[in-house]
């Protein structure tokens, strides 16, 4: 998938964000804050037009929504928490060791991110098999949790040339893709980006640094009920 795609998802979230310190108008003209009401209904429109930009055309967003449904707006946030727990709980040993990461973002995002030093090999798009169990573990949360869109971003360190490296975070986040799809996520639920070497998460210069940029993302979005 193209990269314009992710990138346009950031956008749109900032300018969204950046709006949300404007004010309304009252029934005289007059100037006044946006109410918690308010921000809620433009946030709510903003991550669905955010996950629609990560499936490939309206046709499979109207498919993803009809084979899912989606989540009342008052219960996203009880419905992300318990999913953020039980990710914790489930892999507690591997976030203990530094293997995986959890968080939650803004607007109930939550990001599951494992490291190449667990996953792949170096220059290898291939999951390593001792990471099936963990895999297997994500897969089975992730399935419990089906009102959710998975956006599968590959990430690598700066080793190698530019254009190699995008093409590699592509096929990484791919095999996450293949993996999760044999477990039986559904296609609707799923899609993958590279994003190469331009967000490292550490510094490139220092061999443990360069294990944790290879990487790939698993950046998981409540499906609001339309």
């Given amino acids: 998938m193209?990269?314009?795609?992710?990138?346009?998802?950031?956008?749109?979230?900032?300018?969204?964000?950046?709006?949300?310190?404007g004010c309304a108008t009252d029934e005289f003209g007059n100037e006044r804050p946006f109410t918690d009401a308010e921000k809620g209904v433009m946030i709510g429109a903003a991550v669905g037009v955010l996950a629609g930009l990560t499936t490939k055309n309206k046709k499979?967003?109207?498919?993803?929504?009809?084979?899912?449904?989606?989540i009342a707006g008052g219960a996203i946030?009880?419905?992300?928490?318990?999913?953020k727990k039980d990710f914790e709980k489930q892999l507690q040993d591997q976030i203990r060791s530094g293997d995986i990461t959890v968080d939650k973002l803004p607007n109930d995002v939550l990001v599951?991110?494992?490291?190449?030093?667990?996953a792949f090999d170096v220059d290898s798009t291939r999951i390593k098999t001792g990471f099936h169990?963990?895999?297997?573990?994500?897969?089975?949360?992730?399935?419990k949790y089906g009102k959710t869109h998975l956006s599968l971003v590959g990430h690598t360190?700066?080793?190698?040339?530019?254009?190699?490296?995008?093409?590699l975070s592509v096929k990484r986040a791919k095999s996450v893709h293949t993996y999760l799809s044999?477990?039986?996520?559904?296609?609707?639920?799923?899609?993958?980006?590279?994003?190469?070497?331009?967000?490292?998460?550490?510094?490139?210069?220092?061999?443990?640094?360069?294990?944790?940029n290879r990487r790939v993302e698993i950046v998981i979005e409540p499906i609001r009920e339309q």
């Fill in 182 to 212: 044999h477990q039986g996520i559904i296609e609707q639920r799923l899609a993958y980006y590279g994003m190469g070497e331009d967000k490292p998460r550490a510094d490139n210069s220092t061999k443990r640094g360069r294990s944790l």
């Fill in 2 to 21: 193209r990269l314009t795609h992710y990138k346009k998802y950031f956008l749109l979230f900032s300018l969204v964000c950046f709006s949300l310190v």
């Fill in 133 to 143: 169990g963990s895999m297997n573990k994500i897969a089975k949360i992730v399935k």
């Fill in 112 to 118: 599951v991110a494992m490291t190449a030093q667990t």
């Fill in 77 to 83: 946030g009880s419905y992300m928490d318990s999913q």
């Fill in 157 to 167: 360190d700066s080793t190698g040339s530019k254009s190699y490296n995008q093409k």
């Fill in 60 to 70: 499979k967003k109207a498919i993803l929504y009809g084979a899912v449904g989606g």
